[in-house]
């Protein structure tokens, strides 16, 4: 498994190492020990999710507060743009973001440390997101930041309006959302 650290250099895009044939194909998808190494510490894992969407949702930015979970995320159908927030006041990257075409078929998966707004569109007809997190959903400490902020410039992939939760739609641009130190 190749791992590439991005712009943002915490945030590491993973790329296995995919065998296939008339069959079909087999791959490792997690491997704990490697990823420990790909990142620089030790990581445990404590929940798992897994998410349907149609093409134009956006789910995100998400954070939580207290309790910050890092997460390894990919797609085993469709397609999203995938994108990461640096939300650590005292980071050099601080307010910067990255992002990433992820899909079933390029099989690539993102870490996103914690410290991070995380989010997604779909750009497919429907995609499936599977993530594993480092805590657990605390929906006390869940903040959203909000998807078109101009202080961000994330460069979305799409025309037109996604389709938003209510907490999306009412999210608070960076200037105004609590951060981490």
Sequence with gaps: MNATPLSIPDVILFEPKVFGDARGFFFE??????????????????QDNHSKSSK???RGLHYQIQQAQGKLVRVVQGEVFDVAVDLRKSSPTFGRWVGERLSGDNKKQLWVPAGFAHGFVVLSETAEFLYKTTDYYAPAHERSLLWNDPA??????????????????????????????
Aim: without cysteine; glycine residues 8%; aromatic residues 14%.
């Design 152 to 181: 961000l410039g994330i460069e979305w992939p799409f025309d037109g309006e996604p389709v938003l939760s209510d907490k999306d739609r009412n999210a608070k641009v960076l200037t105004a959302a609590e951060v981490y130190d």
């Design 29 to 46: 998808s997690f491997n704990h020990a490697r990823f420990d190494e790909a990142v620089g510490y030790r990581v445990n894992f404590v």
């Design 56 to 58: 134009g949702v956006l």
